[in-house]
């Protein structure tokens, strides 16, 4: 005996009798189908099997469910083997036979990311620039700042995108150590630079210095 199903919500048909199945079992030995059948608590088994005894053992049922992989299985002409109303367990012998309609799985579509890409930098390969801006280092002894013109130093300049009417806030600089000179976006204020925007102008984006004046 092999067991080549398991089931999940089903029920037990015939005619003025409908028993809810919440779990089974279903074998084959040599072609011949038994059921174990689990029926859900709130059904009185007893109370079945009191009122219409005979009618019970001799009538045939159909069987509609689904298996744990989601596939509708249809099984006619059961007939009852063994009642255990206490534990709510059935078993039942089938005389017909069982038809599975696999489940189609239908590809479901992948939604578009529908979030704007934001441009925070840039880095430039061979760019040389001479700084314009300064960043100051505090100095403070004994909780007050001391005032130095030796404190601050050209490390970076800023400087106004304009696209289209659009200004954007750039800032240029070089890391500690690099070559390579870093174009950060500042997008909490002025416009936000998406991807989609640079790809527009991407192709005409150069840094062109300024004529310097006698």
């Known amino acids: 005996m092999q067991e080549i199903h398991r089931i999940v919500k089903g029920s037990l048909l015939s005619e003025g009798v409908q028993i809810p199945i919440h ?8 072609g011949q189908l038994t059921l174990d059948l689990f029926v859900q608590d709130d059904f009185n088994l007893s109370s079945l099997i009191e009122n219409n005894n005979d009618e019970v053992w001799n009538t045939e049922y159909s069987l509609k469910c689904n298996s744990t992989e989601g596939d509708l299985l249809v099984i006619d002409r059961l007939s009852f083997s063994s009642i255990v109303p206490h ?24 939604k578009p990311d529908k979030r704007e890409r934001t441009v925070h930098f ?8 001479r700084f314009t801006d300064i960043t100051e280092k505090p100095r403070v002894r004994k909780g007050r700042k ?3 013109p030796f404190d601050w130093k050209r490390d970076h300049t800023s ?56």
């Open 87 to 110: 534990e709510s367990t059935i078993k039942m012998i089938c005389y017909g036979k069982m038809v599975k309609t696999e489940e189609r799985k239908v590809p479901v579509p992948e």
């Open 122 to 129: 840039l880095i430039l390969e061979g760019l040389k620039i």
């Open 23 to 30: 779990f089974g079992l279903i074998f084959s030995d040599m």
């Open 159 to 214: 400087a106004l995108l304009m696209v289209n009417k659009t200004p954007f806030n750039q800032v240029f600089y070089r890391s500690e150590g690099s070559t390579q000179i870093t174009v950060e976006f500042d997008n909490e204020s002025n416009g936000t630079l998406t991807h989609e925007n640079f790809s527009e102008f991407k192709s005409d984006y150069r840094v062109t210095p300024l004529n310097r004046r006698p």
């Open 146 to 148: 001391i005032e130095s």
